[in-house]
Every structure is written in C-alpha cells, then in structure tokens.
C-alpha cells in the first residue's frame, strides 16, 4: 500500500478525534488549535502495521508537540508508540520489521550541559510490540535524517556539526561580533553499527550534506552535498559515493565480532585474510 494512498485515510483518523459541530455554527480559534495535523506514514515491511507522525497541540507547553503513532492497515484503534512530552517524529521500519527506529528530542541518559542543548535531536530505537525506547546515537549536534541499510546492520544519518570551542566561547563572554560564515550549520555524513553503537563520520571541512542513500550491497553510501549551508548553493549540489572508508569500517566491526565468537583465543577465523582498506 503507497504512502499517497493512505494519507486521505489517516487525515480522516486523525479528525476523528476532533470534536464534531453542530450546524453552521463558525469555528473559533480554539476549534482550529484542536485540529491534528498527519503525516510521513511509513508501512511495515509485512504491510500489516503503518506508522505515522501525530502533530497536535500541547496546551501545557504552549507549543505544538509530535508524536509517532501505529495503526494496522486493515483498520482498528490507533495507538501512540510511546509516552514522551519532547517532540518524535520520522519512523523508520527496520528491514525486518521488529524494530522502529525515529527521531526524538527526549532528553538521553548522561547528556548534559552544552551536549543536551547542542544535540538534542537524535536516533532512538523501539520495538513496535512494547518496549522502552533506547538511544542510538550520540552524535555531537543534532541528528536530521537518516536511513536503513538493506542488512538492518548499519544506519546512515545526517548530523549538524556542533558549535567549536571558540564559539562557544565566545557566546559565553556575550562576544556577538561574528561572520555569516560563523554560524553554518553544516550537515556531515555518520554511519552507525546497530549492533556495536560504532558511530564514525564520513565527511568533513567545506562540504555540506543535504541527502543520503545507502546501496542495496550496503557497502556504499551515496550522498548529495554543496560547498555551503546557504540556499543558493543548493544549485551547486553534487553526487558522490563513499565506498572504501564505509566498507573498511563495517568489515572492521565483523571481524571484531567473529573474534568474539571465537572461544579462548584472539585469532581471526581460519579462512582468506581481509584485503587492506585503504581510505580515500
């Protein structure tokens, strides 16, 4: 079932829960706020369960909050995902359907201080059949999108590149003399090992990454980006691909696993040796 096809039937949903008007009587204001805005529907990869984004009104906050929600496709009573005042939003299937994975702003445990504030946005992890979400990532800014590999072994995300040393300085001395180049907020390219939470970055200096997508092999990475964050760059945008420094890393991390699985010794496996990576 398309995504086209089941946004008019989620709309629907979500103003079912809106209370009903008699006549023609006019909406107030307070009508308008109580309205629930859908979207980003995402069906499991068995088609039986659809996750989408639930975007209402939180009157304790003064604010808009999202929430993710489950439905089944062949109809039945919603349910929310789960239970957080922060803001969830862009639910992912995991190939094999047993795992979510979405972007959240609830707080993560140990992130304190400039950390919490910079990086509050990041990949969290929860099984659709119950379950406490978990934190994925710890990246050092905030997460913005991200994808699957075909595998469900690795995640491909975008992260804004956290505030230097310098500056945050001088945000702490009140300095508030600055450049426009200053305050970019470039997006760098990260993959991170499901299993292992082995996060490593992939791009960096004057390059700023605007999409990603990672190949049906999953040892590349194909990525859009453009000299810099500003909007007239985006026609400067261009295609590359990572291949050698993403591969060498996740064959890194199953050697590492087979040795662990290797009882009492060290050794690699008895088999071919791993070609060299050389990184690019």
Same mark, same amino acid.
């Given at each position: 079932?398309?995504?086209?096809?089941?946004?008019?039937?989620?709309?629907?949903?979500?103003?079912?829960?809106?209370?009903?008007?008699?006549?023609? +009587? !006019?909406?107030? /204001?307070? &009508?308008?706020? *109580?309205?629930?805005?859908?979207?980003?529907?995402?069906?499991? #990869? $068995? =088609?039986?369960?659809?996750?989408?984004?639930?975007?209402?009104?939180?009157?304790?906050?003064?604010?808009?909050?999202?929430?993710?929600?489950?439905?089944?496709?062949?109809?039945?009573?919603?349910?929310?995902?789960?239970?957080?005042?922060?803001?969830?939003?862009?639910?992912?299937?995991?190939?094999?359907?047993?795992?979510?994975?979405?972007?959240?702003?609830?707080? +993560? !445990?140990?992130? /304190?201080? &400039?950390?919490? *504030?910079?990086?509050?946005?990041?990949?969290?992890?929860?099984? #659709? $059949? =119950?379950?406490?979400?978990?934190?994925?990532?710890?990246?050092?800014?905030?997460?913005?999108?991200?994808?699957?590999?075909?595998?469900?072994?690795?995640?491909?995300?975008?992260?804004r590149e956290p505030?230097?040393?310098?500056?945050?300085?001088?945000?702490?001395?009140?300095?508030?003399?600055?450049?426009?180049?200053?305050?970019?907020?470039?997006?760098?390219?990260?993959?991170?090992?499901?299993?292992?939470?082995?996060?490593?970055?992939?791009?960096?200096?004057?390059?700023?990454?605007?999409?990603?997508?990672?190949?049906?092999?999953?040892?590349?990475?194909?990525?859009?980006?453009?000299?810099?964050?500003?909007?007239?760059?985006?026609?400067?945008?261009?295609?590359y691909v990572n291949?050698?420094?993403?591969?060498?890393?996740?064959?890194?991390?199953?050697?590492?696993?087979?040795?662990?699985?290797?009882?009492?010794?060290?050794?690699?496996?008895?088999?071919?040796?791993?070609?060299?990576?050389?990184?690019?």
């Amino acid at each position: 079932m398309s995504s086209r096809r089941l946004c008019p039937a989620l709309t629907v949903l979500a103003l079912a829960a809106v209370p009903s008007w008699a006549g023609d +009587r !006019p909406w107030t /204001t307070d &009508d308008i706020l *109580a309205l629930k805005v859908v979207t980003d529907p995402n069906v499991s #990869p $068995d =088609g039986r369960t659809v996750a989408y984004v639930v975007e209402s009104l939180n009157a304790e906050k003064d604010a808009y909050q999202t929430d993710v929600w489950l439905v089944a496709t062949s109809g039945g009573e919603a349910r929310a995902l789960a239970s957080s005042t922060a803001n969830d939003d862009n639910p992912r299937w995991s190939p094999d359907g047993r795992v979510l994975a979405f972007l959240s702003e609830r707080p +993560r !445990p140990g992130a /304190t201080g &400039d950390e919490a *504030a910079d990086a509050k946005r990041q990949i969290w992890l929860i099984r #659709p $059949d =119950g379950g406490e979400a978990e934190p994925l990532t710890s990246a050092p800014g905030a997460v913005s999108a991200f994808e699957w590999s075909p595998d469900g072994k690795t995640i491909g995300f975008l992260a804004r590149e956290p505030k230097s040393e310098a500056r945050r300085k001088r945000d702490k001395e009140k300095d508030d003399a600055w450049t426009p180049s200053d305050n970019y907020a470039w997006n760098r390219l990260w993959v991170i090992d499901v299993a292992s939470r082995k996060a490593q970055q992939l791009t960096r200096g004057e390059t700023h990454v605007s999409g990603l997508s990672l190949s049906p092999d999953g040892k590349s990475v194909a990525y859009s980006a453009q000299p810099t964050p500003l909007v007239p760059d985006e026609f400067r945008s261009d295609l590359y691909v990572n291949r050698r420094a993403y591969y060498c890393e996740r064959r890194r991390l199953e050697r590492e696993r087979r040795m662990r699985r290797c009882s009492g010794t060290t050794r690699l496996p008895v088999g071919r040796p791993p070609a060299p990576c050389v990184r690019t």
